[in-house]
């Protein structure tokens, strides 16, 4: 699995809470000017520019039944996480994840995507999407007791949709 530096381009001036959350939740990406193995725990390389070799993620669907244990990006909904999971079900079947930064790209943000709505719909996305790839690759989400883990999270969600936007709009 490999992957290089994202760039933004903004098709309007960044709102700073764009510019503050890019790195994590826009797939902005630059891990420096050298080649790097990205190994560490929870870490992958982002889906926008991943290159697998067809073999490795046909073998990673069917060993790990990704159709029915990750989701991702489906229509408007924001579930996101499908590229860590490969980087993650790769690495589990003994592949290395790279970082190249001579393969660089621009992604193209639109003013929709700075929208606070939006930004808070992608985070719901992408913590639904880190709820289901704990499970592959966290021996603490498949214990005993990881139902409470679950529990504690429909409570978190069900309380902010109770009380609705922090901003009361």
């Known amino acids: 699995v490999i992957g290089g530096k994202v760039e933004a381009c903004w098709e309007e001036e960044p709102t700073p ?11 902005i990406v630059d891990l420096g000017p050298q080649p790097k193995l990205v190994d560490g725990a929870g870490a992958g390389i982002v889906g926008a520019g991943m290159c697998v070799r067809r073999e490795l993620l046909l073998r990673i669907f069917d060993e790990f039944r990704f159709r029915e244990r990750i989701s991702d990006r489906r229509g408007n909904d924001l579930i996101s996480g499908g590229d860590l999971a490969i980087s993650v079900a790769a690495r589990m ?20 995507r700075m929208e606070k709505g939006y ?16 499970r592959l690759h966290d ?31």
């Open 119 to 134: 930004l808070l719909r992608l985070f719901s996305g992408i913590g639904r999407g880190q709820a289901a790839l704990r």
């Open 139 to 169: 021996w603490r989400a498949r214990c005993p007791l990881a139902w409470l883990i679950g529990l504690k999270d429909l409570m978190r969600w069900v309380a902010g949709d109770l009380m609705g936007p922090a901003d009361g709009g």
């Open 93 to 112: 079947l003994g592949k290395e994840c790279w970082y190249e930064p001579g393969m660089t790209m621009e992604h193209v943000l639109p003013a929709s």
């Open 17 to 27: 809470l764009a510019e503050a959350v890019a790195g994590f939740a826009l797939a």
